[in-house]
């Protein structure tokens, strides 16, 4: 891996210290993983793929086998050990791909490469970036639940405190909450804190301030049907014990699986036990999103046009009805992937 590492750098023409610089570490660092006298890290690994061009398989191989060797290679029974392993990860890895689309893991690694591009980006370009992002997330989300406000109503009404003749003061209240709803989650990202239920209900009785005070922030108490969906909501005597199973899942799966799979996975689960009488779909996508700011990626931005809007719904269908999960997760990695290109595209503009 070390020459891997010295030969990928000397060849973009870098020197030690810029390198650094660009992966936001010492110098000094660098000198010793080109020596062997250190290890970097995975996401250190990661960024230094991206950075170098050097192909992510080869580097990563490189690693984990540099890794292994580091930790058990002078123990006598290593290579019984190995064999063992080896049969243990055959086994995990098969059934991993039985439960997992065969192109996710493609997916996720460039996703991972985008996101350590990303995390290479000066932090001065990413404000502007930013406010742009959330003010296409805020009219898309609502898009995608019936309001009828475009991109340039929305940024009107949020950032000028106009009103759009002709539009509902819901439609109004709807993009104006969601906006403050975006800044509640990174309130939360920059806690860096894990998941409560006090900051989900936080969340929803943002959405529905003003519109349904009565069901803000709070539980529904009535038997509901989803819109399109032959799959029914618990009653809501169950709520309070699936929403305890909801956290209980976050936390015993929040640091196993990967950012994307975690926040995909939480989308689902709430969406399915739609707890609110109303805005389940954008505390959902709120939830999810917070997950991926926490972890270091950008807002999945999921489109409100007919044709996305029905892929969404349908693979959210699949996962309820079949309780199989693969088609959304691989949606939202689709979706979160475009995301982190425009936002690079942006940033280079």
Known sequence: MKTLIKKAREQKGLKTRELAQLLGIDQALISKFESGRRKPTKEQVIKMASLLEIDYETLMVAWLKEKIVHEIGQDEFALKALQL?????????????????????????????????????PQSKGYRISQSLELQYTFESNRIEGNSLTLHETDLVINKGLTIAGKSMREHLEAINHQEAIGCIKELMIKKTSLIESDLLAIHNLIL??????????????????KGSSSIPPQPY????????????????????????????????LFNIHPFIDGNGRTSRLIMNLILLQHGYVIANIKGDFETKIRYYE?????????????????????????????????SQ
């Open 85 to 121: 392993a080896e049969e243990e990860i055959r086994h995990l890895t098969k059934r991993t791909s039985s439960t997992l689309p065969t192109n996710l893991a493609d997916i996720l690694s460039q996703i991972d490469l985008l996101k350590a591009k990303l995390d290479s980006l």
């Open 238 to 269: 169950l709520i309070a014990k699936e929403m305890d199973n909801y956290f209980i899942w976050y936390k015993a799966n929040k640091d196993k699986v990967h950012p994307l799979i975690l926040a995909a996975e939480m989308h689902e689960r």
């Open 209 to 226: 301030r003003g519109i349904q005070p009565e069901d803000a922030g709070r539980y529904r108490k009535v038997p509901i049907e989803i």
């Open 315 to 347: 693979t959210l269908q699949i996962a309820q009805t079949l309780n199989n999960k693969e088609d959304f997760i691989l949606f939202i990695a689709q979706v979160e992937k475009e995301s982190l290109e425009r936002y690079l595209a942006s940033s």
